[in-house]
């Protein structure tokens, strides 16, 4: 079948079973990606074998990582297409995706107990869905080869193929996972091996709002028609750089209303975090919790506002609570990172400006290396200024 039109009346389909606009949102994502995916790969019929592909390809071209939105929202795109092209009707009845394994039985034995060990040493799951996938694809590396690699029998050649036989956009994550298999093996003459290897780190500029749209995002969290909760979260982004995957988990209890704090644990780190409350966003939230938060079943900060009254289930629900903010504040959003992460940005430029130590930034942004926070330097153009050499009395002569 044609796969335009397969995703078009998949698209259909999902609308016509009453699915939130959030949800066709994220699906409309995976069919500009896997019509993308499609052209790259000169297809234009679908079959088992491109659906395959593409629910296999997990990781993001942004970061290099692997991603579990994409594994679960893929997965489950390619179901549903397989399900029409099998029985003529999409089948929505939820199933559950079981983890991928490597097909060799020796490797799927250590494919498991390495996923054992990670639930012992890492309490985030994103990090050990980072760890796992890098072991799948290790090993997946390995069953390509003529004959099976005891992992006792690995050799710092084989680990500097797997490295070349990547892309180079992957290569930092994927040295980062195999490092981490190494040690998992206390193979430190392999780690030594992988040592001499710097894969290339692109930094993108970072964009941050002017002053002007600043102000446009403030008369619209000011306006009636913006609901009281947008005009909470997107204050309480602006002012702390708080991750979407933290903010959709904040608890009531998470605010401490006598000394005007907010605290919570990040779910990439593990550590707590604890902030003022400004009187901007404590007021917000305060506006928000007596006049329009529904009276739900649960003690989560920000829940949905038409029944059920859930908390806000993925990054999409903040997505797209930033991009109506962004529309209706008439800022373009070509040259801006959307949802939470272009508030991160902005909150932690904004404490650059106000000579906010490094360390306390990355502290309140949560990353483990001040040297992370670094960058957010470069927002900052007059103290970039600061930093130019000036040219007096440097030599005219040019040695060759």
Excluded at 76 to 101: A, H, N
Excluded at 165 to 178: D, F, I, M, T
Excluded at 205 to 222: G, N, P
Excluded at 254 to 273: E, M
Aim: proline content about 4%; aromatic content about 10%; overall charge neutral.
């Amino acid at each position: 079948m044609d796969i335009n039109t397969v995703c078009t009346l998949l698209i259909d389909a999902l609308k016509n079973a009453g699915y939130n606009d959030t949800t066709i949102f994220n699906y409309q994502g995976a069919v500009r990606r896997f019509k993308t995916f499609c052209n790259e790969h000169d297809v234009t019929e679908y079959s088992y074998e491109i659906g395959k592909l593409y629910a296999d390809s997990v990781i993001s071209p942004k970061t290099g990582k692997f991603s579990k939105e994409r594994y679960h929202l893929q997965g489950r795109f390619v179901r549903l297409i397989d399900s029409y092209i099998r029985i003529g009707q999409f089948d929505f009845s939820t199933t559950s995706r079981s983890k991928v394994q490597p097909e060799n039985t020796y490797y799927q034995k250590v494919y498991t107990d390495y996923c054992s060990y990670l639930e012992e040493e890492y309490e985030n799951e994103n990090t050990r869905h980072f760890y796992e996938y890098g072991m799948y694809t290790f090993l997946s590396f390995l069953e390509k080869r003529k004959d099976v690699v005891q992992l006792e029998d690995l050799t710092a050649s084989i680990c500097l193929d797997y490295v070349k036989c990547s892309k180079p956009e992957r290569q930092r994550w994927l040295l980062c996972e195999l490092r981490k298999i190494c040690r998992y093996l206390e193979r430190n003459d392999l780690l030594v091996a992988l040592s001499g290897i710097h894969a290339p780190r692109h930094h993108r500029i970072i964009q941050v709002l002017e002053a002007e749209e600043q102000k446009r995002i403030k008369s619209v969290t000011d306006d009636d028609a913006t609901p009281l909760r947008d005009s909470a979260m997107i204050l309480l982004g602006l002012s702390t750089g708080i991750r979407a995957c933290d903010i959709i988990k904040l608890r009531l209890t998470d605010i401490d209303w006598r000394n005007d704090t907010i605290s919570w644990r990040q779910s990439k780190t593990g550590n707590l975090v604890c902030v003022p409350l400004t009187p901007p966003v404590g007021n917000a939230i305060a506006r928000y919790l007596t006049t329009q938060r529904p009276n739900a079943s649960n003690n989560y900060l920000f829940v949905r506002l038409i029944a059920p009254f859930d908390p806000l289930s993925c990054h999409s629900s903040c997505y797209m609570m930033v991009k109506r903010i962004l529309e209706r504040a008439c800022i373009s959003t070509d040259d801006h990172i959307l949802g939470m992460h272009m508030l991160r940005h902005n909150a932690a430029s904004t404490m650059v400006r106000n000579e906010v130590p490094i360390e306390t930034i990355a502290a309140i942004l949560g990353h483990s290396d001040p040297d992370t926070t670094g960058i957010y330097i470069t927002t900052d153009e007059n103290r970039l200024k600061e930093c130019v050499l000036p040219f007096n009395g440097i030599s005219r002569e040019v040695h060759t």
